[in-house]
């Protein structure tokens, strides 16, 4: 893409009600912008990279074997007074009047719909296990809505749900969705711990979170580098000290950023809904489910909080918006010219390029290229050019590199 | 995919409030469940067809040099104010308060919101035209949503905003996507006649529709054959008669059910909230706008209701699930592993393959392979293994074909 086409230019300085670090670096380099608090606009930059997440945990969530469906946003009360959750929700849940005086909720979990659908469509053990997510823009009325996509009153969210005939099944599926949880947030460059959390009233069990540490992070979590053990500060038990109780090694606190969650949901839901299902013996049960919540949105965020300096964002591989950032210095009709050419060879090869194709200064367009992050920057100038070379600099490191322009394409692969 | 992992199997009867031919239909297949009036689930079959459509919108957008964005779904009402439409939206938009006693609207339409990007990051000639689009879900507090996909409360759109300097400019721009449009209408097995219509009260000039001719569509037509004028009968002079205005030619009418829309908007929305830019003489100007909507979910539910017959639905190639349904008959282990043997073949080939590796009578499997209307079917069993050979069936043609195993792949392909 030319970024002389590119709608979303940067700008120099953030919007003034941004105070979160995330938000005003993705504000400046025309990622996001703020329609009003807690709620973004993704500009084209920005859209490219919340689509590359969604699309890593696509696959991670098939890799388990679940299905992709979409539910509505819009909600009717009387799914929600079968488990009596629309009063409790008043509080997070955007709740309003349709025609004929009818109450709607916007969706901010879909536990409810999700197990109306399953009781619909499945009927017996045969059809059991199954799995079932979808990757929506979820809405909570929230008081605090200052940390830019880290929360959000409008966010993107995977949400999975998961029903099972037995207890032990649901357990092989659940750690199963531990590991494909790992793996995808280290395919996002975050290094996320798993971390013990409350289970919630109805259950005895814990439930998980996947924490980032970071010192911008709302949560407190007790971690054992030794056992790798880690705790949310809220389920330690009082006088718990500094030990941790499954080694008895030190324990550190840490900030954490919660990236995502799973719970065992146990049946809950579907004994208050009867989502049943008739065993071998021809007997009806209640199935056992397990829920998978990331924030497609929040991680976005959470990258910038952890992967940045002080000139701006450090993209990880995978979620860039583009591969290589092409940069064409000096506005001289050569250097253009070279420019075009390796970028249609580039683009011919199959790489995603952004090309700034502008007529700036040196000093606006590295400084650009710093602030947008990309991990490879190309520059050609008349300086490369005496030497029939461009250069090579990796955002995330220091020194740059003069490449042949014969021999860019095979380096670059390498 | 193995049809005995699907999550969605079909049912006998559709439920019974729904009436409409396109929601019976994708109800049965396990396309799509209501969860209230006018709001829709897609279950995974229904998803892939959505998604289908919504990409191939994507591609005919791109093409025209448009970037897609993503706008918010909860609007604030004092950018509403601005245009002074929050009043008259009140029928339509769903509208309530969030913290602070703040109105909020939900997006049945976004003029308001691109129009506020645009004047942030755009402020010279040279960053112009632009044109953006959104796919997103949409929100309508809709009276009458009983016709399925067609109506809905909640539904997917894409609405694209397009920038100009000059009123020139905007109409060569305005015609590339009326031929975009009848591309990607094409591309969805539609065959959408462009329909002159109201502009609206702030213009003299008229919109355009696109529409699919069809019996059960909700507006009335004007429509000349010989020319292939058309003209909603809403804007049509009284007394106007039978005579086509542009030839003189017989004019007939039809029903029709409008898949897209695209606007003239001239400087109403850019003027009422100070979006310009600054031409070459140093001048602020309003930019010059138009807009282009179209339905993905309408889309999927127009194509049933026009590519049916009485088993099923007959989805157009682009659009379908899958494009080859191969059904094993008879739940014989010879037939099954031939048949496992094909599957893994074909999607080694690329292909998307739905495999029918149930173990149910060759009715219902030939009866669900019908009514969920897959392009190709594919059919093994002991009688067709007697010849070392498949069966192949269109799905829209009468007659099928015995081809031997070994030649399937490059006959298929052909």
């Known amino acids: 893409m030319r970024q002389s086409k590119l709608f979303g230019k940067t700008i120099k300085e953030a919007a003034k009600d941004e105070i979160s670090l ?16 807690g709620v973004y606009s993704y500009l084209p930059l920005g859209l490219r990279v919340l689509d590359k997440i969604k699309n890593i945990v696509r696959e991670e969530m098939n890799a388990t074997g679940a299905m992709e469906v979409l539910m509505p946003t819009l909600q009717p009360k009387e799914l929600w007074d079968e488990t009596g959750r629309w009063e409790g929700m008043k ?23 999700i197990t109306d659908l399953v009781r619909k469509r499945i009927f017996s053990y045969k059809e059991l296990p199954v799995s079932l997510y979808q990757i929506q823009d979820k809405f909570r009325n929230e008081p605090r809505a200052k940390s830019g996509l880290l929360r959000g009153r409008e966010f993107w969210m995977k949400d999975m749900y998961s029903f099972h005939t037995t207890e032990s099944d649901f357990e092989k599926y659940y750690d199963e969705v531990k590991l494909s949880y790992l793996q995808l947030f280290k395919r996002c460059g975050l290094d996320a711990k798993i971390v013990e959390a409350s289970g919630g009233i109805f259950t005895e069990k814990f439930s998980h979170e996947f924490q980032v540490f970071c010192e911008t992070g709302e949560d407190t979590i007790h971690y054992c580098r030794e056992c790798d053990f880690a705790q949310n500060i809220e389920i330690c038990e009082e006088n718990v000290g500094d030990k941790c109780p499954k080694c008895g090694g030190e324990v550190f606190e840490s900030k954490g950023i919660e990236v995502g969650n799973i719970f065992p949901l146990e049946t809950k839901y579907s004994g208050a809904m009867n989502a049943c299902f008739t065993d071998k013996n021809g007997e009806r049960k209640p199935m056992i489910m397990g829920c998978y919540g990331l924030g497609p949105s929040r991680i976005m965020g959470t990258i910038v909080e952890v992967s940045h300096d002080d000139k701006g964002i450090i993209w990880p591989k995978e979620v860039a918006p583009f591969a290589v950032h092409l940069v064409a210095l000096g506005n001289d009709e050569k250097v253009f010219s070279s420019a075009d050419q390796l ?31 990309i991990p490879m920057r190309i520059v050609i100038s008349n300086r490369t050019l005496e030497k029939n070379s461009a250069e090579i600099k990796m955002r995330a490191e220091e020194n740059a590199e003069l490449v042949e322009l014969d021999k860019l394409l095979e380096t670059i692969k390498e």
């Open 22 to 37: 995330n938000a005003r670096l993705l504000n400046r380099g025309g990622f996001v912008e703020k329609l009003m608090s």
């Open 91 to 113: 509080d997070v849940m955007f709740q309003f009047k349709g025609r004929g005086d009818s109450d709607i909720g916007l969706g901010c979990t879909h536990e409810e719909v």
């Open 343 to 373: 970028y249609d060879k580039l683009v011919s090869a199959g790489m995603e390029v952004l090309y700034d194709d502008r007529e700036e200064s040196a000093g606006i367009k590295l400084g650009d290229s710093d602030l947008l992050g």
